[in-house]
């Protein structure tokens, strides 16, 4: 019974996350085809993350790397397999976990990760995506690469053993207009596919900014409150 209250609940609120996305599309004059939404699971039962996919959803993201590869071996021990991301900061001691489990790491920020990533993804024996962050508003320190750096970065990543670069990821900054960081998030993904045409992902917007990151030319948005609900922790 409760495995029916929470199923139509979720099923709800997919529904009135796909109808923003459906608007903001629309008034951008772009297809929903273009966006891929990853449902952030993050705190949520495997459970939560098998309704959902029932329901449609084929990505799922995590950002605790334990939280994370508990979740998708007991999914996969049940025929669930999703499109894993890994959307949360990035520690190099566990990027050889990480890159077993996901299918596109979002939060690559820094030289020593991509080799941390690279080993892993070869001995593991797979391919793992990888989304360079970006900082948006030079405050390195939430994470992110500076602008300036995401070129170096990007060849690197593009060379690296077992990685495919894919494009950019950001987070709006607290303090700044999140449709102005969104559009000069797009100005960078622009520039880099210049040297790498495929890397064409821009993965921003959350709940709350959804809209601004579509209008901006996001293809990847990440939504974990307006689907699942509030978080218990406020440190998730
Ligand atoms: C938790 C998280 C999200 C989801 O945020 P909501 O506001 O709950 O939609 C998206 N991106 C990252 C990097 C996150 O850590």
Same mark, same amino acid.
């Given at each position: 019974?409760?495995?029916?209250?929470?199923?139509?609940?979720?099923?709800?609120?997919?529904?009135?996350?796909?109808?923003?996305?459906?608007?903001?599309?629309?008034?951008?004059?772009?297809?929903?085809?273009?966006?891929?939404?990853?449902?952030?699971?993050?705190?949520?039962?495997?459970?939560?993350?098998?309704?959902?996919?029932?329901?449609?959803?084929?990505?799922?993201?995590?950002?605790?790397?334990?939280?994370?590869?508990?979740?998708?071996?007991?999914?996969?021990?049940?025929?669930?397999?999703?499109?894993?991301?890994?959307?949360?900061?990035?520690?190099?001691?566990?990027?050889?976990?990480?890159?077993?489990?996901?299918?596109?790491?979002?939060?690559?920020?820094?030289?020593?990760?991509?080799?941390?990533?690279?080993?892993?993804?070869?001995?593991?024996?797979?391919?793992?995506?990888?989304?360079?962050?970006?900082?948006?508003?030079?405050?390195?320190?939430?994470?992110?690469?500076?602008?300036?750096?995401?070129? /170096? #970065? $990007? @060849?690197? *990543? !593009? =060379?690296?053993?077992?990685?495919?670069? +894919?494009?950019?990821?950001?987070? &709006?900054?607290? %303090?700044?207009?999140?449709?102005?960081?969104?559009? /000069? #998030? $797009? @100005?960078? *993904? !622009? =520039?880099?596919?210049?040297?790498?045409? +495929?890397?064409?992902?821009?993965? &921003?917007?959350? %709940?709350?900014?959804?809209?601004?990151?579509?209008?901006?030319? $996001?293809?990847?948005?990440?939504?974990?409150?307006?689907?699942?609900? +509030?978080?218990?922790?406020?440190?998730?």
């Amino acid at each position: 019974m409760t495995d029916d209250v929470r199923l139509r609940e979720l099923h709800d609120n997919l529904r009135a996350v796909r109808r923003r996305i459906s608007a903001a599309c629309a008034a951008a004059g772009r297809s929903a085809d273009e966006i891929t939404l990853v449902a952030i699971s993050k705190t949520w039962p495997a459970s939560d993350v098998l309704r959902l996919h029932s329901l449609g959803v084929t990505d799922f993201g995590e950002s605790y790397d334990q939280e994370a590869s508990a979740k998708a071996a007991s999914l996969a021990a049940m025929g669930c397999r999703p499109t894993w991301h890994f959307v949360g900061r990035l520690q190099r001691n566990k990027c050889a976990s990480i890159a077993r489990y996901a299918d596109l790491v979002h939060a690559v920020d820094r030289p020593e990760l991509v080799d941390a990533l690279s080993a892993g993804a070869s001995r593991a024996g797979r391919t793992v995506g990888v989304l360079l962050q970006v900082s948006l508003d030079g405050d390195t320190g939430r994470g992110g690469a500076a602008a300036d750096d995401v070129r /170096a #970065l $990007a @060849d690197k *990543a !593009a =060379g690296a053993a077992g990685l495919t670069l +894919r494009g950019v990821m950001a987070v &709006a900054p607290l %303090s700044a207009d999140p449709g102005d960081a969104f559009a /000069a #998030l $797009a @100005d960078i *993904a !622009a =520039g880099l596919r210049t040297a790498h045409p +495929r890397a064409d992902v821009v993965s &921003a917007g959350m %709940s709350n900014d959804l809209e601004e990151a579509i209008a901006n030319g $996001a293809t990847c948005v990440r939504v974990g409150t307006a689907l699942f609900g +509030r978080r218990a922790h406020a440190l998730h």
